[in-house]
C-alpha cells in the first residue's frame, strides 16, 4: 500500500461503512493476513490482498477502493470469511464494496453490459421459441421469452 496521504482520505468513508452489516467487524481485523493466505485469487495476482482492502477502507481511501479494478478480482469463494480468526465478513463485505462502486458509477464495463442485458431483456443470454422448443422436448418447462418486471430492479 506503500504512504497514505492524509489529504485524499474520507473519513466519514469508515463511519458509513461501519453502518452496514457486511462490514460491522472489519474494525476488528488485526491484519493476521489468514484471509490473504487462502485466497485463491491473491495467488494469482497480488493485486488483490483482502487484508490491504480493510486497512484502505479503515484509512478512508474510499476512491481508490472504489475506482479500482481488484475489488473485482475477489471469486466469493468464502475461504477467507471462513478462516478469519476474528469473525470478519470478508466476502460479504467485498460485495458491499462492489454494490457502493456500481452504485457512484465505477463497474467493469462487462458488468454494465450484464445489467443493460438483464435491464433490456430480464436475462443475461436470449431466450425465444426455439430455445422452448428444446426445452419442452427435454422435459423442461417452457420459460417466457422477455421478463419486463425486471425493469423495476433498474430505476433510470
Known amino acids: 500500500m506503500g504512504t497514505v496521504d492524509l489529504d485524499r482520505c474520507d473519513p466519514d468513508f469508515a463511519k458509513e461503512l461501519a ?11 488485526f491484519t ?3 484471509c490473504v493466505a487462502g485466497c485463491p485469487m491473491s495467488a494469482v495476482d497480488d493485486a ?10 479503515l484509512y478512508g ?5 472504489l475506482e479500482s479494478p481488484f475489488i473485482w478480482l475477489c ?9 478469519c480468526p476474528q469473525g470478519v465478513r470478508i466476502t460479504d463485505f467485498m460485495t458491499l464494496l ?11 464495463s462487462g458488468i454494465k453490459a450484464q445489467m443493460d442485458l438483464t435491464k433490456g431483456q ?4 436470449p431466450l425465444d421459441d426455439f430455445d422452448n422448443k428444446k426445452r419442452k422436448k ?19
Do not use: W
Not at 471469486?75 to 478462516?83: A, H, K
Not at 462492489?98 to 467493469?108: I, Y
Open 122 to 125: 430480464g436475462r443475461i443470454y
Open 32 to 34: 493476521c493476513r489468514t
Open 98 to 108: 462492489k454494490n457502493m462502486a456500481v452504485r457512484e458509477g465505477h463497474e467493469p
Open 61 to 65: 481511501m474510499k476512491k481508490e477502493i
Open 48 to 57: 488483490f490482498n483482502p487484508a490491504r482492502i480493510i486497512r484502505m477502507a
Open 138 to 156: 427435454a422435459g423442461l418447462p417452457v420459460l417466457p421469452t422477455s421478463c419486463t418486471m425486471i425493469q423495476e430492479l433498474f430505476p433510470d
Open 75 to 83: 471469486s466469493s469463494c468464502y475461504t477467507c470469511q471462513e478462516r
Open 19 to 29: 453502518r452496514q452489516p457486511e462490514a460491522e467487524k472489519i474494525k476488528g481485523c
